[in-house]
């Protein structure tokens, strides 16, 4: 069986000392790591994921990697087959859960590098917590990400996900992990190049 990705780049970093999340300079260690990972494939993911961090339920604030059909797929300019996201507003809810119907969600692919990472920056300061464990989840709201200038780059991302078009269980990925997703070359966008679709994004913020 193929390592998991997540799990063998965070051993990778243990072993040089490094905790991620933790310090700036750590979640650059991580994210230089990650840039470095090439061929890593989305079936793959889904496939080696631990059981545990897999789920047909996803929650609020926490980080998901999943495919997706979307329903209106003709009409879009372009999409995101395999989105890397964290949910902030629900649909039919129960227990903080997502159990139906769709969720918004921020799609962190829809950025270039330099501002995800500038993004993700701000959402560590909103964790639940410093610990950056499976039960670290970010605190988000569109009124929280509207309100400071750090979460500026949150637009382009902002995308709504109906749940019966989901095409896979969610892979859960742990706060210790973060870093390591941000950058792996995972997006799968559907009609135009990611770097078209980067652009767009920048124009949005300009």
């Known amino acids: 069986m193929v390592a998991y990705i997540y799990q063998k780049l965070l051993d990778e970093g243990v072993k040089a000392g490094q905790t991620p999340a933790r ?99 701000g959402l560590y300061t909103i964790s639940t917590d410093k610990t950056f464990d499976e039960n670290t989840r970010i605190r988000l709201s569109y009124n929280i990400l509207n309100k400071a200038s750090k979460f500026r780059f949150f637009k382009p991302c902002v995308k709504r996900y109906l749940v019966n078009r989901v095409r896979s269980r969610f892979v859960k990925i742990n706060a210790d992990q973060w870093d390591t997703a941000l950058f792996l070359p995972t997006e799968r966008f559907v009609k135009k190049s990611k770097s078209y679709v980067q652009r767009q994004s920048r124009k949005m913020l300009a």
């Not at 650059?28 to 993911?45: C, D, K, S, V």
């Not at 209106?72 to 139906?100: H, M, N």
């Not at 969600?105 to 829809?110: A, E, F, Q, R, S």
Request: aromatic share 16%.
């Open 23 to 121: 310090t700036r300079s750590a979640r650059n260690w991580f994210r230089n790591l990650a840039r470095q990972t090439t061929g890593i494939q989305p079936n793959t993911i889904i496939k080696t994921a631990p059981k545990i961090q897999l789920t047909r339920v996803p929650q609020v604030g926490f980080m998901y990697h999943f495919f997706y059909d979307p329903k209106t797929k003709d009409d879009l300019p372009y999409y995101d087959r395999f989105p890397l996201v964290f949910p902030f507003k629900r649909g039919f809810v129960r227990q903080r859960a997502i159990e139906s119907g769709s969720f918004l969600g921020i799609n962190l692919h829809y950025l270039p590098p330099q501002l995800r990472a500038r993004l993700m920056d």
